[in-house]
């Protein structure tokens, strides 16, 4: 189990996550967590919802449930350390994204997964965590990172599931992009140029999920059209400082009606098979 220094379990955490491992001969047991303020106050409700999301056992195809609790993050889990070995699954990828990195592969390889809707861990959400250094070093990590991930999802035949895990990303890390303070218009532009494998994968992989606000940057980065992507950058950003935190957040990921969508074009892009790359 990993615990991040300013986070904490609840007292009861380990002896849980403990027995549903082994209860349910899992590889990997994910918890339910809930936010807390600074100062250590639980925000009203946790990350997902008991009513909706009681214990499962998870199904990596599965589009419609397991996908939204298979989340990136490492510390709200438990890992058998055989599964790890086995499989040699580490840390691979430096900081950020390594969490990332790490899960995807403990999916890709378990073959019994399973989710707890009980709170075990509390996520304290500061001005300094590292989720909110949007700083070009940053991003240029993030890039890395991506690429790592992209191929081991390739390298273990499964495109597919990295087509939602691509659709959750992108408007995502395009979002972050945006609001960044740290890093200026010039360096977003060259940056996107850095990421433009990143993007042209997004027709390869027949995926049509962005918000709607996002259309027409997608569509210029994806022309190469640098001068309108740079006004809309600037549109943007502003657009988005006047809007409240959840509004901007449903921006940055795809709805259940997007994901839906996806499988419309499951077939078309299966055709493809491994082809899908990226210079």
């Known amino acids: 189990m990993f615990l ?10 380990c002896e849980h996550m403990y027995s549903v491992i082994e209860e349910n001969g899992a590889d990997y047991v994910i918890g339910n967590y809930q936010m807390m303020d600074e100062d250590g106050k639980k925000w009203k409700n946790p990350a997902f919802d008991t009513a909706q999301y009681a214990d499962f056992r998870l199904d990596k195809h599965d589009y419609q449930k397991s996908f939204f609790v298979m989340n990136s993050t490492a510390w709200n889990k438990i890992y058998r ?24 592969l403990c999916y890709m390889k378990a073959k019994v997964g399973f989710y707890t809707s009980k709170v075990m861990y509390l ?15 940053y991003f240029k990590g993030i890039n890395y990172a991506y690429q790592r991930i992209f191929e081991s999802y390739r390298e273990n035949h499964e495109l ?19 609001d960044s303070e740290q890093v200026d218009l010039t360096e977003k532009i060259e ?7 990143y993007f042209e994968l997004r027709d390869k992989l027949k995926i049509s999920t962005i918000h709607t606000s996002l259309a027409e940057i997608m569509q210029w980065i994806q022309q190469k ?32 009606e997007n994901y839906a969508q996806m499988e419309e074009h499951k077939e078309k892009f299966e055709g493809q098979g491994e082809e899908v790359c990226f210079r």
């Open 4 to 13: 991040d220094a300013d986070d904490l379990f609840e007292l009861d955490s």
């Open 123 to 137: 996520y304290r959400n500061t001005p300094n965590s590292l989720s909110k250094d949007c700083s070009l070093s």
């Open 81 to 104: 350390r055989k599964f790890l070995e086995a499989n040699a699954i580490s840390f691979k990828v430096p900081s950020p994204s390594e969490d990332d990195y790490f899960t995807s």
């Open 225 to 256: 059209d640098y001068e309108k992507v740079a006004e809309e950058i600037e549109r943007l950003k502003e657009y988005r400082k006047g809007l409240p935190e959840q509004v901007k957040k449903r921006m940055s990921f795809p709805t259940r």
């Open 191 to 197: 940056y996107l140029k850095q990421l433009e494998w």
């Open 160 to 178: 597919n599931y990295y087509r939602y895990v691509y659709a959750k990303k992108n408007a995502y890390l395009l979002c972050q992009l945006i």
